[in-house]
C-alpha cells in the first residue's frame, strides 16, 4: 500500500521561473493538504483540498501561488514567479476524509531551492 | 488563537537515557494533539495521539498525556535509543483549528551510544 508520493524530491529553480510541486495522495485518500517548512522552523498550513474543490485556502500567500487537486490525477502546488523566500521544504498530506480525529498521512516532501 | 510551543533543541542525550520533550498548547475548545516523528530526508510520520483530556498516546515506548489543566502535552521515553534521532513535532488539530494542523517548530534529537 503505497504511501503519499511527492515528486519530485528536489526541485532548483531561478528567481522569475515557475515552480511545479505534485502530490499523490495514499489509495483511498480523497483529501490533500499542502504544508511548507521553512529552515529551522515548523510545518504551516497553507491549503486544503477535495478532488475539484478548494475547502480551506487561508494558509496560501495571497500572489503567486495556486493548487489544484483535479477528478484525475494529482494535486498540483504551483509558485509563479519563484523568489529567494519562496526556498523551502513543501509536504503534502492526505486523509480519508476532513473529521479532525484523523491523522494525517505526510509524503517525503520536495525540498525547492530558489537561486 | 491556535499555536504550539515545543522545547527548543537541539537535544542530545546517551543510549537508554531518559526523554522528555516539552510541548504546551493554545486553543479553543477541544483539539485533538499529536506527535511526529521526522527522519532525516523522509516525511513526517505519525508517533502517537490523544483525541481528549487524560488520553495518554503511546507507541514504540514514547508515551505522552493531554493535560487540560495544564495545556500540555509532553512527549517521554524511558530509555532513548540511538534509532530514535530525529526531529520531532508536536502539533494540534480539530475544534476551533478545523482540519488544519498547527505544528510546534520541532526538537531535534541526537541519541549518542
Redesign the interface.
Known amino acids: 500500500n503505497a504511501g503519499?508520493m511527492?515528486n519530485p524530491r528536489h526541485l532548483v529553480r531561478r528567481r522569475g521561473q515557475e515552480a511545479r510541486l505534485r502530490c499523490s495522495p495514499m489509495k483511498g485518500h480523497s483529501?490533500v493538504?499542502w504544508?511548507r517548512q521553512l529552515p529551522?522552523?515548523?510545518?504551516?498550513?497553507m491549503v486544503?483540498l477535495q478532488k475539484e474543490n478548494i475547502?480551506?485556502e487561508?494558509?496560501m500567500p495571497k500572489e503567486r501561488f495556486s493548487a489544484e487537486f483535479p477528478k484525475e490525477g494529482p494535486s498540483i502546488l504551483r509558485i509563479q514567479q519563484v523568489v529567494r523566500g519562496d526556498s523551502a521544504a513543501y509536504?503534502c498530506?492526505s486523509s480519508p476524509a476532513?473529521l479532525?480525529?484523523y491523522?494525517?498521512?505526510?509524503?517525503?516532501?520536495t525540498r525547492l531551492t530558489v537561486t | 488563537g491556535n499555536s504550539v510551543t515545543q522545547m527548543e533543541g537541539p537535544v542530545t542525550l546517551s543510549e537508554e537515557a531518559f526523554l522528555t520533550i516539552n510541548c504546551t498548547y493554545t486553543a479553543t475548545g477541544y483539539p485533538s494533539l499529536f506527535w511526529y516523528v521526522q527522519y532525516p530526508g523522509e516525511g513526517l510520520q505519525l508517533l502517537l495521539k490523544a483525541t481528549k483530556a487524560d488520553d495518554k498516546g503511546s507507541n514504540k515506548g514514547f508515551e505522552a498525556t493531554y493535560r487540560k489543566e495544564t495545556t500540555s502535552f509532553h512527549l517521554e521515553k524511558g530509555s532513548v535509543q540511538v534509532s530514535d534521532s530525529a526531529v520531532y513535532f508536536c502539533a494540534l488539530s480539530g475544534s476551533s483549528a478545523g482540519n488544519q494542523f498547527y505544528f510546534g517548530t520541532g526538537t531535534s534529537l541526537t541519541v549518542i551510544p
Open positions: 503519499v511527492q483529501h493538504y504544508y529551522e522552523e515548523g510545518l504551516k498550513f486544503y475547502i480551506d487561508s494558509g509536504f498530506a476532513g479532525q480525529t491523522e494525517q498521512y505526510f509524503g517525503p516532501g
